[in-house]
C-alpha cells in the first residue's frame, strides 16, 4: 500500500509540474473597450492582436515558449484602464497591445513604463501620449494628431478656401486635442472660423449645436472625436437641412459609423492610414482574417502588427527582456502589412502616409481626388 501511495504522489506531482510548465506561458496583454460604446474598437484590437498570438505560436512561439493573449476592458476609460493596467502587471504581461482612448494609454502608460513593461497602442494619437511619454517602452502604429491636424489643415484651407469653416470637438483627449489642433493649422493658412462649437462624449442630442452652425451658414464642419457622437451629429445636420461637407479623421473607421448615421453619412471625408488592406504585402494576411470570417478593418492589422514587431524584437534578442526588446523596436525598419515601419525617438511612427477616405452606401474607400491632402 505505501508503494502504491508513493507512486500515486509521485504521478500526481509529475502531473502537477507537467501542469504547471505548460501554463508557464509568455502573457501579452490587448486593452480596450471591450465593451461600451466603444466597443466596435475593442473587438479590432483583440481579433488583430489574437491572430498575431495564433500565428507566433503556430511557429513555435518565441524561443519555444507558447504565448498567452490576456484581454482587459477598459471602456475607454482612463480611471479604470488604470485598474486594467494593475491586472495586466499582477499578470506578468511583458508586453500590452493597447490602448485604445488616449486619455486611457496615457494614464496607463505610467503605469507599464513603472514597471518596465513594453507597450504599443494601434490607435491613441495625442500627441502627449508619447512626446511626454514616462518611459522608453512607449510606443504607437498611428499617426499622432500632430501629423492628422497638418495633414487635414492644409485640405481644408486649400479644398474650402473662403469658405466657411467650423470646427467642433468632444471633452475626450482624442477629440479635444485634434479639434485644436486642426483649428491652428486652418488658421494658420490665414483663414478665420466662422464657427466653433463643443460637445459631451455620450451625448445623443445634436439639435442646439447643429441650429447653431446652420445659423452661421457654414460650408465645412470639421469633428473631432468619435464615430458614436460624430454618427449622431450628421444624423441631425441633414435632418435640419445642412449640406455642409463633414470631415473627421481615424475614429470613424468602422462601420458602425455608417450603422449609426445611415444615409447620412454618405460623401463624409476622414483621414487615416492608407488601407493596410490593400498593401500587397497584406494580402496572405488579409486572407487568413476573411478565412475566420473577419473583415480586418480600421484597427485590426495595426494590433496584429504591434505583437508581431514586439515578437521579432523579442526573437532578435533571444528575450523578452523590457530593455533589449526596446532596443531592438527602435532599431525597427521594415515593410509590414500597415507599411513602412521606422520609430523616433518618442516612439512615434517616421513618415507615416496619410490619405483620405469617403464614405459611399455603407463602406469607405480611397478618395483618389484628395489623396495627397494638398
Request: proline share 3%; aromatic share 8%; glycine share 8%.
Amino acid at each position: 500500500m505505501r508503494r502504491i501511495f508513493v507512486l500515486a504522489c509521485s504521478v500526481l506531482l509529475a502531473a502537477a509540474m507537467h501542469s504547471a510548465a505548460a501554463a508557464a506561458k509568455i502573457q501579452i496583454g490587448v486593452v480596450g473597450p471591450m465593451s461600451g460604446p466603444y466597443s466596435a474598437f475593442g473587438a479590432q484590437l483583440r481579433r488583430g492582436a489574437q491572430m498575431a498570438v495564433d500565428e507566433i505560436n503556430a511557429a513555435g512561439g518565441i524561443d519555444g515558449e507558447k504565448l498567452a493573449l490576456v484581454v482587459g476592458d477598459d471602456r475607454c476609460e482612463a480611471d479604470r484602464a488604470v485598474t486594467v493596467a494593475d491586472n495586466m502587471v499582477a499578470k506578468k504581461v511583458v508586453l500590452v497591445v493597447g490602448h485604445f482612448c488616449s486619455g486611457a494609454s496615457i494614464d496607463a502608460s505610467k503605469v507599464y513604463a513603472l514597471e518596465k513593461i513594453v507597450q504599443i497602442s494601434p490607435a491613441s494619437t495625442n500627441p502627449v501620449f508619447t512626446e511626454r511619454r514616462p518611459g522608453p517602452g512607449v510606443f504607437r502604429v498611428v499617426p499622432s494628431d500632430r501629423k492628422q491636424a497638418e495633414f487635414a489643415g492644409n485640405y481644408i484651407a486649400k479644398k474650402f478656401a473662403g469658405k466657411k469653416i467650423a470646427i467642433v470637438g468632444d471633452d475626450s483627449n482624442y477629440g479635444s486635442s485634434l479639434a485644436l489642433a486642426v483649428r491652428k493649422a486652418i488658421e494658420a493658412s490665414g483663414q478665420a472660423l466662422a464657427a466653433s462649437g463643443s460637445y459631451a462624449g455620450g451625448q445623443k442630442d445634436f439639435v442646439a449645436l447643429v441650429a447653431d452652425l446652420k445659423a452661421a451658414k457654414v460650408d465645412v464642419v470639421y469633428a473631432g472625436g468619435y464615430h458614436t457622437e460624430i454618427g449622431l451629429l450628421v444624423r441631425e445636420m441633414r435632418k435640419q437641412g445642412m449640406t455642409a461637407q463633414l470631415i473627421a479623421s481615424d475614429a470613424l473607421v468602422t462601420r458602425e459609423f455608417w450603422v449609426i448615421a445611415r444615409r447620412a453619412s454618405e460623401g463624409t471625408l476622414m483621414s487615416f492610414m492608407a488601407d493596410p488592406r490593400k498593401n500587397a504585402g497584406a494580402a496572405a494576411i488579409v486572407k487568413k482574417f476573411k478565412a475566420r470570417k473577419i473583415v480586418p478593418e480600421g484597427y485590426t492589422l495595426h494590433s496584429y502588427e504591434a505583437v508581431k514587431l514586439w515578437a521579432d524584437a523579442a526573437k532578435s534578442a533571444a528575450s523578452t527582456d523590457f530593455d533589449r526588446v526596446v532596443s531592438g523596436l527602435m532599431k525597427v525598419d521594415a515593410d509590414t502589412p500597415i507599411g513602412r515601419v521606422r520609430f523616433d525617438n518618442h516612439g512615434d511612427l517616421m513618415e507615416p502616409q496619410l490619405v483620405w477616405y469617403v464614405w459611399r452606401k455603407g463602406k469607405y474607400a480611397p478618395l483618389k481626388s484628395a489623396a495627397s491632402g494638398n
